[in-house]
């Protein structure tokens, strides 16, 4: 019950719910502005460009819209004159599918690939394409379902997208955090077989979920290009600080690979390390994953600076006390990542440029800072 107080209060949840819903209402609006304000008959483009329209961001919607009108107004035109030459056939329905999937795999209508081909498809099943005035009416309701549709997301709480954003790159860290936990334990436990290869796995997942996240970051900056919203600028800025966190987390994550890999190979079993060794490397290890868990800016720094502090007592002047290349290898591993995460965690206020809100949880709200 509480997780679900805490997601109904989620302000990304909010977002996402008010998109579907203004979807919904632009095709609504659409269908009845050409049915009963133009008096069009079977007006169902207007609705159905509406529902095409509506995208995540304000640009998008512009831009999307844009080509929309294109493939739209393409679908109509092929459907009349192939019908106009040929009728309502097979060889007709070929003809205009053909040419509509060629035109939309052109690079100014990829983004509708299917649209034109789809238009002409309906129009000329309809029997709308021998008719030229309903395929005038098919173009206005069209026009009708995309305007309604741009002046929805434009006015109507332009979306912005840097909360989705934020949330994506925390889920990514807490899951860095959560496997450096989990491998600590395991190699306490001594019983490490077949754990490498799922520690691996992992990182090729958490790989997956920083992709998301990157194309999230996009996402947010486009979402304030054309955005009214008063706080669109300085609540995207602050999301340009998400490009050196993921940078940050990527290298994090290729070093806890690199530190599965060596525990694999030429670590050899945990149980058959030196004790003075394993038992400081894997208190470290999960101090590391806690800290990370938990955004403690502190508690990485404190980690980091024992990382190298061990390094430096493990290891003197003489040759035969040096620490094992393995060993050493892997409190490099885990320094590095506790510097990058380091930063990660720091910049946590970073995310506190947009209006502060009861439903976000507490390390994503802004710093308080007292006078």
Not at 10 to 15: E, N, Q, R, S, Y
Not at 23 to 45: K, R
Not at 172 to 190: K, N
């Amino acid at each position: 019950m509480p997780h679900l107080r805490e997601r109904l209060r989620d302000p990304v949840l909010w977002t996402d719910a008010l998109q579907l819903l203004k979807t919904v209402a632009a095709a609504v609006i659409a269908w009845v502005l050409a049915q009963d304000v133009f008096g069009l008959e079977q007006p169902f483009l207007a609705p159905w460009a509406a529902l095409l329209t509506v995208h995540a961001t304000v640009y998008r919607t512009f831009a999307r819209g844009l080509q929309q009108v294109g493939a739209t107004v393409l679908g109509v035109l092929l459907a009349f004159v192939a019908g106009s030459l040929l009728g309502v056939n097979a060889a007709s329905l070929a003809i205009v599918l053909l040419v509509g999937m060629v035109a939309g795999a052109t690079r100014s209508l990829r983004a509708e690939s299917t649209t034109a081909a789809a238009t002409a498809l309906v129009v000329l099943l309809t029997g709308s394409s021998g008719d030229s005035d309903m395929l005038v009416s098919r173009l206005l309701d069209t026009v009708i379902g995309i305007g309604v549709g741009l002046a929805i997301n434009l006015l109507v709480v332009p979306p912005l997208r840097d909360r989705s954003a934020a949330r994506r790159v925390d889920a990514v860290d807490d899951r860095i955090g959560e496997l450096l936990c989990d491998m600590a334990q395991r190699l306490r436990s001594g019983e490490t077989a077949g754990d490498v290869e799922e520690w691996t796995q992992r990182t090729r997942d958490i790989d997956h979920e920083i992709d998301l996240a990157w194309s999230q970051v996009r996402q947010a900056r486009e979402s304030g290009r054309l955005n009214p919203r008063r706080r669109a600028v300085p609540r995207i800025r602050a999301s340009d600080a998400f490009t050196d966190l993921l940078s940050r987390l990527e290298q994090a994550l290729a070093e806890t690979r690199s530190m599965a890999r060596t525990i694999d190979g030429a670590a050899g079993s945990a149980p058959d390390w030196d004790p003075s060794f394993r038992e400081r490397w894997i208190d470290l290890l999960s101090r590391t994953g806690t800290a990370i868990t938990e955004a403690d800016v502190d508690g990485v720094e404190r980690v980091r600076e024992d990382i190298e502090a061990t390094g430096r007592e493990l290891s003197d002047h003489e040759a035969e006390s040096r620490l094992p290349p393995e060993q050493g290898a892997l409190l490099v591993n885990l320094r590095n990542i506790a510097e990058a995460m380091g930063r990660v965690a720091s910049a946590q206020p970073v995310r506190g440029e947009a209006p502060d809100h009861p439903g976000l949880p507490r390390r994503m709200r802004p710093a308080r800072h007292s006078d």
